[in-house]
Structures are given as C-alpha cells and as structure tokens.
C-alpha cells in the first residue's frame, strides 16, 4: 500500500482534490493523507467545499494565511516539513499553481520524497506573476507531470522535459471531472439574483494589486452592468479588500463567494462569463458559455484558439467591447480539448503503476 500525501490549501485546490480524492478511495492501493495549509480559511472560501465535495476531513490542518509571498511560502516549508518528517508518505501530490503548491513541492524535494504534479506544464509566460514562478519551480522538482492538455506537455518539452528522468502524461482536466460529476447537484445561491445575467469573477493578483487595472475593470463591469446586462460576481476577500483600500464603488450585484454547488448552478444560467479565474475560464466552456477574460493571458490557449475565450486584458474600452459581442453566445466542446472527465482516474492509475 502506498501512502501519499495530498498537500491543498486554495479553493480551486479543493475542488480539484475532491475527484481525485475519490479516485483514490475506490482504490485499494493507496492510503490518502490530507494536509490543507490554511491558506484559505473564511467558511465559504474552504469548509463548504469539503462539506458539499465530499472531501475527507484534512490529516493535517495548518494554519498559514496573510501575509508577504515569502513570508507565507516559508512558513509552511516549514511546517510542512515537519508533518512529512512525521507521517513518511511515499509520495505527495500538489495541485496547480498557489503558495501551498510551492511550498508543499520544496518540502517533499528537499527530503527526497517523490512530488507528483497536477495541472504541471501550464505557462503564462508572464513571470510577474505568483502563479507563473509557482508552476515553473514545481515543475523542476517533480517527477510525475500529469498536464492537462496537449499545450501544457508541448510548454514541457519546450523547456528539456523529455530529456529528463520524469513522467509527463497528457491525463486530462481534473476540472472537467469536477464539472460533470456534481453539475447535476445545482442549486441556486441564496440571493435573491436578476435575470439574464452575466456571471463575474475578479481576484488575480495583477488585477486587484494595481490600482489603474482595478479602477479600469470596475468602471467596465460598472458600465455593463447599467448597460447591457445585470452582472452576479461572487466576490473574492481580496478583491472586497482592495477595492475598499482605493475607494471604488462596485455597481453590480455583489454575493459572497459561493460554494461550488450553487457556482455550477450560476455557470448554467448566465449569459455569459466574465473573469480572470484560471478555472472559471474553463467551466465557462463545460457549461456551454462564451467566456470573456481580463488578463493579458492566459494558459488554456486553446478555449482562444477554439473561438470560446476572448482575451481583453484590464481595458476598459475592450472589456465593454468584448461583452457586448459575446452575450448570449454559446460555445461547444467539439474537439474534447480537456480529456472528456476522466483525469482523476488516470491519475490514480499512474500513481499505482509508478508505486511510490
Ligand atoms: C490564491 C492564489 C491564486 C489563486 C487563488 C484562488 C497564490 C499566490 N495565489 O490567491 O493563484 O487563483 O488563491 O482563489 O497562492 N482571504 C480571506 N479569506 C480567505 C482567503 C483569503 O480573507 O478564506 C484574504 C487573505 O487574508 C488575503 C487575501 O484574501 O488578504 C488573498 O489571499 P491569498 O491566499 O494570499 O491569495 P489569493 O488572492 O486568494
Ligand atoms: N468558485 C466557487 N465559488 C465562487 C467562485 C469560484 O466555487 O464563489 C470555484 C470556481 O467554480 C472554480 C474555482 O472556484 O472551480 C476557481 O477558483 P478561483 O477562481 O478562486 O481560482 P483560480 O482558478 O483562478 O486559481
């Protein structure tokens, strides 16, 4: 029996974990152990996701959040260590790209236990952000890439991976897997909500930390909202943070963040999605919906090149553009970009064919 040691800290880890998690439990041979880092902590950022995912109870519950880039990523390689020092996995497993990610990965490197890697292979190519410096580091010191899509092993063997001892394995989108399996668990949020809406999303750091950028994206959704159609945009902490600090006023139809229930449940009825979301970029296209996002760009080029993702940047001027053109747009997954919803299986079998 091998044990690994799932390392999870932010939402879309969560969310990510949880078909991965049940893979694993319909496995004989691997114990799971879960260690969340505490990154996000708010009841409706972490606890709802494991109540409503079915996600088992974490091993190991730290408590790191706040802070500076360094200052959190240090404190938990630190404290992570400890815990593998003390439950000895064969193995760990991160997800994607956040400081626990990191973190997690350098913990296990550093004692030789083997890291696999899901979502490995995604680049920006804009190393301004934490995200882009999180997955490259990662990716160094793993040994099992399970990559998402073909782009993401491609980014791989553009950067030296095929000459070096590790697996790559094109294994799908464990979002995908997430996205089917609970779509039939819908359930309207609570609100009170408009109809014909747009569904938003805004959090990424190089939005919501540059004031000309955030100033620029609250007049657009301000505009649209008054114009074109109402917006619903569950609002990340850190984006109520910040917009509080620069004074802006946020004219749209504000709910808290949402449990991924009623998230699926607003990805089906809107008429279009707006965001900077790397996962909700993607769940626009599961639920059959033009996406529009406010970054300079993004790593599923592919929903680009399939005409289903229109990249905009913080402008404002493109943003109105962009909503204007897609509203009520709808978007087909005719080439099975993302592996159909089977990846949480293919992971589980990789890690019992690689044996630690
Ligand atoms: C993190 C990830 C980002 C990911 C996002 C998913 C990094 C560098 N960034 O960004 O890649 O897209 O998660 O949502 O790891 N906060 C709360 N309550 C919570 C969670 C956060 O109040 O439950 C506050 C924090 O105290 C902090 C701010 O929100 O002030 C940002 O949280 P943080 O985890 O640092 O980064 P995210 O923006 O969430
Ligand atoms: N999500 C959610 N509730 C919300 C907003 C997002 O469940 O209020 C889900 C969303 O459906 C997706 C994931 O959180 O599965 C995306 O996380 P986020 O946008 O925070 O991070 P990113 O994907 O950009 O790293």
């Keep these: 029996m091998q044990r690994i040691l799932t390392i999870i800290g932010a939402r879309p880890q969560f969310i990510k974990a949880s078909v991965v998690s049940r893979a694993i439990q319909q496995n004989d041979g691997i114990e799971e152990i879960i260690l969340h880092t505490g990154q996000h902590f708010d ?14 109870r974490p091993d190991i519950q730290l408590d790191i959040h706040g802070g500076s880039h360094g200052e959190m990523t240090g404190r938990m390689l630190a404290e992570i260590e400890q815990a593998l020092l003390e439950h000895k996995p064969d193995r760990i497993l991160v997800y994607g790209d956040t400081n626990s990610t990191l973190a997690g990965a350098l913990a296990a490197a550093k004692l030789h236990i083997p890291v696999a890697h899901v979502e490995a292979g995604l680049r920006s190519f804009n190393m301004q952000m934490p995200e882009e410096i999180n997955r490259i580091l990662t990716d160094q010191i793993s040994d099992l890439l399970f990559c998402p899509t073909s782009t993401a092993v491609q980014n791989l063997n553009n950067e030296g991976f095929a000459h070096k001892p590790v697996q790559v394995l094109q294994v799908g989108d464990v979002m995908q897997d997430s996205a089917l399996l609970f779509a039939e668990q819908a359930s309207a949020p609570a609100d ?11 959090h990424r750091a190089e939005n919501t930390d540059n004031p000309e950028r955030l100033a620029s994206i609250v007049a657009a959704l301000n505009n649209i909202n008054a114009t074109l159609a109402p917006i619903v945009l569950p609002l990340h902490p850190r984006t109520r943070k910040l917009i509080a600090q620069h004074g802006l006023e946020l004219n749209v139809h504000l709910i808290d963040p949402v ?22 970029q993607k769940e626009a296209f599961f639920f059959g919906k033009a996406c529009v996002t406010m970054r300079d760009q993004t790593e599923w080029v592919e929903l680009i090149h399939a005409g289903a993702n229109e990249l905009v940047g913080a402008d404002q001027g493109k943003i109105i553009d962009a909503a204007n053109r897609n509203l009520g747009r709808k978007v087909q997954d005719t080439l099975q970009l993302y592996g159909g919803g089977r990846a949480a299986e293919r992971i589980v079998s990789e890690l019992l064919k690689a044996g630690i």
Excluded at 43 to 56: E, G, H, T
Excluded at 192 to 202: H, Q, R, S, V
Excluded at 260 to 273: I, P, R, T
């Design 43 to 56: 009841a409706n950022m972490s606890d709802i996701f494991f109540n409503q995912l079915n996600i088992p």
């Design 259 to 280: 449990g991924y229930f009623e998230m699926v449940w607003l990805l089906d009825h809107c008429e279009l999605v707006l965001t900077d979301s790397g996962g909700v």
């Design 192 to 202: 009170d909500l408009p109809e014909g809406f747009i569904l938003a999303t805004l």
